[in-house]
């Protein structure tokens, strides 16, 4: 049966650059397509393949996620099912990261700028930050914090509801059932690009 989701959390950082990156490379792609003797064509069509997957899988596929039973971190060649009870810490600073099973797991969805992680180390309203910077740190951050404090409540909604102990054997045990599905058609189609790029170039 299909999990339901519950809610999903929204990419802090990426998008725009990624968006950006991958508008490019679709139009080397579509100058390569028309003219292929236009310079667009072999290693720089397989190239830009290749950089258009990379794009793609680090800026725009990362995603996270909670369903009924469990919380789900989409990353770039991967997507990681971790049973929401069998979690037992959870942290965001410049990424997600999740241990659950004596394991740690990452998710570069949701985090922190390092600069925002380092004003939070040092404390909000450092001598020296301007208003915009204030706000606009203090929004990230609560935000953060927001995805942080959710996840962690929903892991111990799930635990309590199973009867489960923070911390035990039972917990420890749930956190070997972590799936990990590969993201084939990221992989086979950078795979033959990279293949193709090697190829054009020794030909």
């Known amino acids: 049966m299909t999990e339901q989701v519950v809610e999903r959390f929204k990419p802090t950082s990426g998008r725009i650059m990624g968006t950006v990156g991958m508008v490019l490379v679709a139009l080397v792609l579509v100058l390569g397509l028309i003219d292929p003797d236009s310079g667009f064509g ?7 393949v290749a950089i258009g997957v990379l794009t793609w899988a680090s800026t725009l596929r990362p995603a996270m996620w909670v369903t009924t039973e469990s919380l789900v971190m989409r990353n770039m060649f991967e997507t990681v099912t971790i049973p929401l009870a ?3 810490q959870v ?6 990261a999740v241990r659950a099973g004596d394991r740690r ?4 969805a ?6 925002q992680v380092m004003k939070t180390r040092r404390g909000a309203g450092a001598p020296g ?7 606009a740190s203090a929004v990230t951050t609560s935000y953060a914090d927001m995805v942080e404090d959710r996840i962690r409540s929903l892991a111990a909604d799930a635990a309590a509801a199973r009867g489960i102990r923070p911390r035990s054997d039972e917990q420890v ?5 972590v799936r990990r599905r590969p993201a084939w058609a990221e992989i086979v189609l950078l795979v033959a690009a990279v293949l193709a790029l090697v190829v054009s170039l020794a030909v």
């Not at 942290?91 to 997600?96: G, K, R």
């Not at 949701?110 to 600069?115: H, I, N, P, T, Y």
């Not at 301007?130 to 706000?135: K, L, M, S, V």
Request: hydrophobic share 40%; aromatic share 6%.
């Open 91 to 96: 942290a965001v600073q410049q990424v997600t």
């Open 105 to 108: 797991y990452i998710s570069p």
């Open 173 to 177: 045990g749930l956190g070997r059932e």
């Open 110 to 115: 949701v985090g922190r700028s390092l600069r």
């Open 86 to 88: 069998a979690v037992e």
């Open 42 to 48: 072999g290693p720089v069509f397989a190239g830009a």
């Open 129 to 135: 930050d301007t208003g915009d910077d204030a706000a």
